[in-house]
Structure formats: structure tokens, C-alpha cells
């Protein structure tokens, strides 16, 4: 078993990854509509091995993070990404699989969930709200579900279920 201690380092050496893959590989992939979410990723890895409390705060911190690069929806973001960085904390107790296709599929349906609570509290129009939520939305969940699958499958060892904490 490892200590609680290297778990930690574990697990902010693939946060700090995930973060350089959102700037520096997530603008030469596809467009911005369907590229991967790797900060959504690292939010969602970090919600998954967390309390609510700790996991609403790195939501919080990663949605202002997002809102600075569009501040058109300035505060949609940081609402969307606390809220779902709160559920997926509460929800591991009930979905606690070791599986990575279903924490895969987790992180592409908490990617949704934050695509809606974004565009409902943006206030976006009818039509753009249902392209959106209906075409694009669903892309990048699988995009982004598709890269956390990569990364749990590469960092296995890292992630395996641990019950010291």
C-alpha cells in the first residue's frame, strides 16, 4: 500500500500535466468546441479523491480559471465548475468503481452537466442553446471522456483504490 503522502505527489504530478495539456496541446487539437477539457479532467480526477468541500474549492479555482480566457460568460464558469467539482465528490461514494470506463464516462457526463449549468447561467439563446447542449456539448464530453480514459489507463498504479485516506 502506498503512504497517503506519495498518493498526494502522485496525484498533483498528473494534475500539473493535465494543466500543461490544456495550454500547450488542447489549441493544436481540434476546434475549441470539441478539444478535450483537460482542466475538466484534472478537476474531476482531483473530485474523485477528495472531500465536496476541498473539490468545490479546486471547481471554483479552475471555473475563474476559464472564465479569464472568455469573459464574455465571466462567473458561469466558476459557478458550473464548483457545483460539479461539489457533485462528483459526493457522488464517488455512491459510483465508487475502480473501473476506468465508468470514471471515464463519469468525467464525460460531469462535462455535460458543467456545458448546461455554463449555458443556463449564461443566458445563451434558444437555437445556440440547443446546438450547443445537443451537438457540441456531447463531442467534447467524448473527446475529454476519451483522454481520461488515456490517462487512467497510463497512470493505473497511480490511480487504484486506496482505503487509507
Given at each position: 500500500m502506498i503512504p497517503a503522502r506519495a498518493n498526494r505527489v502522485q496525484l498533483a504530478v498528473v494534475l500539473l500535466l493535465?494543466?500543461?495539456?490544456?495550454?500547450?496541446?488542447?489549441?493544436?487539437?481540434?476546434?475549441?468546441?470539441?478539444?478535450?477539457?483537460?482542466?475538466?479532467i484534472a478537476l474531476m480526477l482531483f473530485a474523485m479523491r477528495n472531500g465536496p468541500g476541498a473539490s468545490a474549492i479546486a471547481g471554483f479555482a479552475v471555473g475563474l480559471a476559464a472564465d479569464s480566457l472568455s469573459p464574455?460568460?465571466?462567473?458561469?464558469?466558476a459557478l458550473a465548475h464548483t457545483v460539479v467539482g461539489y457533485l462528483a465528490s459526493w457522488a464517488r461514494a455512491v459510483f465508487f468503481a475502480d473501473n476506468p470506463l465508468?470514471?471515464?464516462?463519469?468525467?464525460?457526463?460531469g462535462l455535460w452537466l458543467r456545458d448546461l449549468l455554463v449555458l443556463?447561467?449564461?443566458?445563451?439563446?434558444?437555437?445556440?442553446?440547443?446546438?450547443?447542449?445537443?451537438?457540441?456539448?456531447?463531442?467534447?464530453?467524448?473527446?475529454?471522456?476519451?483522454?481520461?480514459?488515456?490517462?487512467?489507463?497510463?497512470?493505473?498504479?497511480?490511480?487504484?483504490?486506496?482505503?487509507?485516506?
Open positions: 493535465l494543466v500543461v495539456l490544456h495550454f500547450y496541446v488542447r489549441p493544436r487539437l481540434w476546434g475549441p468546441r470539441v478539444a478535450p477539457d483537460f482542466l475538466f464574455a460568460k465571466f462567473g458561469a464558469g465508468i470514471n471515464a464516462g463519469f468525467v464525460a457526463v443556463a447561467a449564461s443566458g445563451s439563446g434558444d437555437n445556440s442553446f440547443l446546438t450547443e447542449l445537443a451537438v457540441y456539448s456531447p463531442l467534447q464530453a467524448i473527446t475529454t471522456g476519451l483522454f481520461a480514459l488515456l490517462i487512467l489507463v497510463v497512470f493505473r498504479e497511480w490511480f487504484s483504490i486506496r482505503l487509507d485516506t
